[in-house]
T-cell receptor
Framework: SQQGEEDPQALSIQEGENATMNCSYK?????LQWYRQNSGRGLVHLILIRSNEREKHSGRLRVTLDTSKKSSSLLITASRAADTASYFC?????????????FGAGTRLAVHP | EAQVTQNPRYLITVTGKKLTVTCSQN?????MSWYRQDPGLGLRQIYYSMNVEVTDKGDVPEGYKVSRKEKRNFPLILESPSPNQTSLYFC?????????????FGPGTRLTVT
């Protein structure tokens, strides 16, 4: 089964508003990553947060991790139309002796001018 | 420029006609992987490779083959494509030794099997 499930599935906001996406997982992690995908394109790594970190920033992105709730959130502040994309969380899970990256189904973000 | 390349980008083929999608990376990454992306299902891993001559099945390996004869290349082979393999395919690579497993993705190959 997929782990790293995002919520909501879709989000529509106006430019300038903040966008928050959430990700839950079921088993313990080493780190959790967020990726962005523009329509039909490859995924691009945005930010990584390790299991011993609670919050991380990168430009207008803020990621939090709550290991007790097994959840993470991605906040995009002051959104722009160019932020329109799908966002995926991915967690590392030890599987068969190696660290496997598990992706969720993603959140589709639409930012309207 | 560090990148992962895939070819072809678009392919329409018929059931049963063998095809190969190539993947190449120029970052000397040990780890390479193939995913397929279908609406509502996110990315599902087909096969992965930890290094040259080391490959293993992912979550949805049926109907696919891979090989890793060189570190930079990781082709995906569909011996007898079927319509349920119509999908968007991504190759990705990462450094194993970094510990972060940040993956670099290719631009994708959109495959249609009729």
């Amino acid at each position: 089964s997929q782990q790293g499930e995002e919520d909501p599935q879709a989000l529509s906001i106006q430019e300038g508003e903040n966008a928050t996406m959430n990700c839950s997982y079921k088993t313990s992690i080493n780190n959790l990553q967020w990726y962005r995908q523009n329509s039909g394109r490859g995924l691009v790594h945005l930010i990584l947060i390790r299991s011993n970190e609670r919050e991380k920033h990168s430009g207008r992105l803020r990621v939090t991790l709550d290991t007790s709730k097994k959840s993470s959130s991605l906040l995009i502040t002051a959104s722009r139309a160019a932020d329109t994309a799908s966002y995926f969380c991915a967690k590392i899970r030890l599987s068969g002796g190696y660290n496997k990256l598990i992706f969720g189904a993603g959140t589709r973000l639409a930012v309207h001018p | 420029e560090a990148q992962v390349t895939q070819n072809p980008r678009y392919l329409i083929t018929v059931t049963g006609k063998k095809l190969t999608v190539t993947c190449s990376q120029n970052m000397n990454h040990e780890y390479m992987s193939w995913y397929r992306q279908d609406p509502g299902l996110g990315l599902r891993q087909i096969y992965y490779s930890m290094n040259v001559e080391v490959t293993d099945k992912g979550d949805v390996p049926e109907g696919y083959k891979v090989s890793r004869k060189e570190k930079r290349n990781f082709p995906l082979i569909l011996e007898s494509p079927s319509p349920n393999q119509t999908s968007l395919y991504f190759c990705a690579s990462s450094l194993v030794t970094s510990g972060s497993y940040e993956q670099y993705f290719g631009p994708g190959t959109r495959l249609t099997v009729t």
